[in-house]
Nanobody, 124 residues
């Protein structure tokens, strides 16, 4: 089992920045995959960024050049630096983890473990 706790959400004006953090505990080893997802009201959950066990990162096209995903060497802290935020990116942001790579990196179906989420609100 893996437990995930997100932090760092909040309200920001359009063009602003936020950094989200996720603290992982439980059965953590070097084979873990982790990612960030978001879900806006009335919409499906979508992948934002993910990092594979070998450190390879994946970003959704909509956030490339503005968001960065990174984790510490112990793989217990995952972060998402978000710059130039847009109002349409207002959503609940979730941290997720998995030990399976049977689906694409940004597919929510790959991930078995989820945090409770942290709200990000971007005002225009």
């Amino acid at each position: 089992q893996v437990q995930l706790v997100e932090s760092g959400g909040g309200s920001v004006e359009s063009g602003g920045s936020l950094r989200l953090s996720c603290t992982a505990s439980g059965s953590i080893n070097s084979w873990i995959c982790m990612g960030w997802f978001r879900q806006a009201s009335g919409k499906e959950r979508e992948g934002v960024a993910a990092i594979d066990p070998d450190g390879t990162t994946r970003l959704a096209d909509s956030v490339k050049g503005r968001f960065t995903i990174f984790q510490d060497s112990t793989k217990t802290t995952l972060s998402l630096q978000m710059n130039s935020l847009k109002p349409e990116e207002t959503a609940m942001y979730y941290c997720a983890a998995a030990y399976s790579i049977n689906r694409p990196p940004l597919d929510p179906g790959r991930f078995a473990y989820w945090g409770q989420g942290t709200q990000v609100t971007v005002s225009s």
